[in-house]
């Protein structure tokens, strides 16, 4: 299974995150389970909680924080999306490089505007990290290829857990420096 992750997350995320809903669901398996923890009879009686497998990468994911199944399959999805988007890099070559059509509606002037509940948000992610893994970690380069600044970019990294560790992880294994917010 190792080798077979290893080919599917070379496809990248863009090519995962970028199918539409129902092809994105056919390829994921989903579990639903008792959870643990305090929660009463209800807790006891229903299979609420909710594991996510994308098959394709082996990448799994939990929620189990609502009572309410469809909530809880709805948060894992997101998670899975964001997951997908900080473990899996498209090779982009900067040579030419323009941005997808739909990032004019997530760059507003020199920022990024995008809400973590918006479906664009885990295909910015990923396009972010690969476009800074593309210009060897350097932050105001990946800025300067996506037209906005680099305060914005570090903003937008530093304000998701997910997107800050791999972008950190992006920099290690290019040799340089954590990036830091202040």
Do not use: C
């Not at 006891?44 to 996510?52: G, I």
């Not at 890099?89 to 990032?103: A, C, L, S």
């Not at 004019?104 to 893994?133: C, K, T």
């Not at 800025?143 to 791999?166: C, K, N, Q, Y």
Request: cysteine-free.
């Amino acid at each position: 299974m190792a080798d077979a992750t290893a080919v599917n997350l070379a496809r990248g995320a863009t090519y995962w995150l970028n199918l539409n809903e129902s092809a994105f669901h056919e390829s994921v398996r989903i579990e639903h389970y008792r959870g643990p923890g305090p929660g009463g009879q209800k807790r006891n009686k229903t299979s609420n909680s909710v594991r996510l497998t994308h098959t394709p990468t082996g990448i799994q994911v939990v929620a189990s924080e609502s009572r309410t199944t469809s909530i809880n399959e709805h948060n894992a999805f997101r998670r899975l999306r964001l997951k997908l988007a900080t473990s899996a890099r498209t090779v982009i070559d900067p040579r030419g490089f323009e941005p997808p059509p739909w990032w004019q509606s997530v760059a507003h002037g020199q920022r990024i505007a995008i809400a973590e509940r918006n479906p664009l948000y885990p295909s910015a992610a990923a396009l972010v990290l690969d476009v800074l893994d593309a210009m060897k970690s350097s932050a105001a380069d990946a800025a300067a290829m996506l037209g906005i600044s680099t305060s914005s970019l570090v903003r937008f990294l530093h304000d998701e857990p997910a997107l800050w560790i791999a972008a950190n992880a992006i920099r290690k294994a290019n040799r340089k420096q954590p990036l830091r917010y202040e």
